[in-house]
DNA sequence: ACAATTCTCAACCAGATGGTTGACTATTAT
DNA sequence: ATAATAGTCAACCATCTGGTTGAGAATTGT
């Protein structure tokens, strides 16, 4: 998790999921919209990899690569935990109250503390 | 966008976020399950600050955090989109077309070069 | 056999990151 | 007034990050 959020930190990566997205790409194919040498993007792309949001086909001199979305659901499904705090006005109305819950125990003990 | 999913890049910041998820809490609240100075749990709070995740509420000496839903709904958002490549059979049909249409587009032009 | 293409690897560099400690400000309690 | 509490700030350090270049490996074309 720690990966993949790491490697969806940066435009660049982000960018070349996005290219991938269209179907496979080869490692220049990627590389070549930056203004960056092959080097620099094949380091991108080898962080994609290992945080397992690409897998890689080897054929002959040139390396295929697709999108893993596995890590993407995962990531998504992370994020969705959180989803009730920006959804519904009924989710607002119970986010109150849990937040004046909060504010009580703030004042006297933390969640959780042994009474 | 970066900083957003940066931050999420760490697991003590995704700790955090969990624990501000259960409502209010200051500063040494949050540092308080971390062994690591105030200063170094000070300085993940403030990247969460920073990325628009939570907001703080100087009362007296005390800060008090707050989640901010926003940019975790736009990053959900942004995962969103690659939703059709891991959710339904229909999408991986559709996915097997997309990827042979790539695949014959990779052997001669690329995409939306020109002819 | 030779040359061109695709890509990785290693060394290097500047700057960011995540941690420390010590000093400091501001507020609250005695 | 003094002391304790909550928190930031600045300096420092080791390591990671994102880029470079140069060399080399493997495959393909002539």
New binding site residues.
Partial sequence: MDAVF?AL??A?RRRMLADLANGER????L?EPY??????A??????LENAGLIR?EV?????LCRLDPGPLAQAHQWLGFYERFWTSRLDALERLLREEDAAANVTNTRDGDPR
């Fill in positions: 790491h930190g940066d660049t080869t490692v220049s194919q590389a203004a960056m040498s092959l080097a620099a094949s380091k991108h792309i080898k962080t890689r054929r002959g001199r040139t390396h």
